[in-house]
């Protein structure tokens, strides 16, 4: 069983094109040709990264990447067509993550993984407070080559999604986990009365099928999903806490950010990943922003700084913590 949303384009001899894909607004285009960068005779340390790729009909692809400039000077060859944006959107923005693997020795070549292969997803999910939110992309790792039967992978945790679709992760998870739920998209967001978030637990783990292979599977309360929502889900019981005797930040002042007057000139949208960091009275004291245009950058962390939190606890103490926060700017 393959990964939900994501394909694989393991060579340059395999790349399965054309392939159609879509993005979170639901737009479609079709991936033309997909060059790859040139190989390597060493890795670089920046890598996996992350690439957003923008298909505009009667211009080149508009490439925002934190990806080495020879990955970045491939994609801008990267060719679309059958471009259909969603109604209100110039073009059609999909995810590309890049690592390295060795191919041979001397000899590293770069895989792409691209978001948004098939028939558009969405799960709408029940929040343990009551209200919904649609889950409309959630990419998920490839399926490692070795499983240790007795420990394998596990991520648990909870996601709280804002009315405007900005999400934010608190949880325990491998690495290889944590990296693709980043990337995991939400929209329709409906909170209860007098919350102004939808939060859920999920869990994430790789199960063994009956003939001995293995898939991941996703835990949430599902209130309901399209056909292409094809990947196993149950209504599980609570998740464990990350850790015994740990309680999660909350937010508790919630800043809208400034739209950027440069971003607004080019009719661009963005969503950044903040790491924040947290003192035992729930006020950062620092964040970093990653993936997403520059431009959006200092917009992005003045707005996190002002956030406020009740502290996350530790055996009823407060203690300092640090999460991911994701800030959309959307026209």
């Known amino acids: 069983m393959t990964p939900l949303i994501l394909v694989s384009l393991a060579a340059a001899a395999d790349l399965q094109v054309p392939v159609d894909l879509h993005d979170t607004h ?3 285009v079709r991936l033309v040709s997909a060059p790859l960068p040139p190989p390597r005779t060493e890795p670089t340390r920046n890598t996996p990264c992350g690439t957003a790729i923008e298909a505009v009909a009667g211009l080149p692809p508009l490439v925002a990447s934190s990806c ?29 993550d890049f690592r390295l693997v060795q191919a041979e020795e001397g000899v590293w070549t770069w895989v792409p993984t691209v978001g948004g292969v098939g028939e558009p997803l969405f799960i709408e999910i029940l929040g343990k407070h009551g209200g919904s939110a649609r889950l409309i992309d959630a990419p998920l790792p490839d399926l490692p080559e070795e499983v240790n039967p007795e420990d394998p992978p596990r ?6 999604v804002g009315e405007s679709g900005s999400s934010w992760f608190v949880g325990r998870c491998p690495a290889e986990i944590e990296a693709h739920l980043k990337h995991w998209t939400f929209d329709g967001v ?17 199960e063994q099928n009956p003939d001995g292979t293995w898939a991941w599977t996703r835990s949430f309360t599902v209130v309901q999903r399209s056909a292409s929502a094809a990947l196993s889900e149950r209504v599980p019981e609570p998740p464990p806490p990350a850790r015994p005797g740990y309680i999660e930040p909350e937010a508790k002042v919630r800043v809208r950010p400034e739209y950027p007057r440069a971003a607004q000139r080019k009719d661009m949208e963005g969503r950044c990943r903040v790491h924040m960091f947290l003192d035992e009275r729930g006020v ?17 962390f003045e707005s996190a700084m002002k956030w406020r939190f009740y502290p996350a606890k530790e055996n009823g103490e407060a203690v300092r913590c640090e999460f991911d926060l994701f800030i959309t700017f959307k026209r």
């Open 68 to 96: 080495p400039p020879e990955v970045r000077e491939a994609l801008e060859d990267w060719t679309f067509d059958a471009i259909a944006p969603a109604e209100g959107e110039h073009g059609v923005r999909v995810w590309v």
């Open 155 to 160: 991520c648990a945790g909870s996601f709280t």
């Open 190 to 206: 409906r909170p209860a009365a007098r919350r102004g978030v939808v939060d859920f637990p999920v869990t994430i783990q790789l």
């Open 284 to 300: 950062p004291y620092d964040a970093v922003v990653s993936e997403c245009p520059e431009v959006f950058h200092e917009a992005a």
């Open 26 to 28: 639901m737009g479609t």
